[in-house]
């Protein structure tokens, strides 16, 4: 069973950075790809970023890219969100998520139902 847990999110100004941890257990971490979505109220879970379980390939969505950056650590089992640049419709709930026994060490998923597991969200809110 994979266990998710992020953290870092907050209250920021536009215009500001925070970056988001997830902390994986349960499975052999680098066995899988992992993703970033974001789901503001009344609005569906959308796509943010993911990267492959090799780290070797990174994709994010057109309203972030050149803004948030995506990596992982697999020594210590922890993918990172880098955002930069922040604005108000940045402002979200922030999920990780896993998407487990991937093949191709390449592989990246942008679809919400191809993932297996997911984290609990942790809330960020900019300011204007």
């Known amino acids: 069973q994979v266990q998710l847990v992020e953290s870092g999110g907050g209250l920021v100004q536009a215009g500001g950075s925070l970056r988001l941890s997830c902390a994986a257990s349960g499975r052999t971490f680098s066995n899988d790809a992992m993703g970033w979505f974001r789901q503001a109220p009344g609005k569906e879970r959308e796509f943010v970023a993911a990267?492959?379980?090799?780290?070797?390939?990174?994709h994010s969505a057109d309203s972030v890219k050149g803004r948030f950056t995506i990596s992982r650590d697999n020594a210590k089992n922890t993918v990172y969100l880098q955002m930069n640049s922040l604005k108000p419709e940045d402002t979200a709930v922030y999920y990780c998520a896993a998407l487990i026994n991937v093949y191709y060490s390449d592989y990246v998923s942008t679809r919400v139902d191809d993932y297996d597991y997911w984290g609990q969200g942790t809330q960020v809110t900019v300011s204007s």
């Open positions: 990267i492959s379980r090799s780290g070797g390939v990174a």
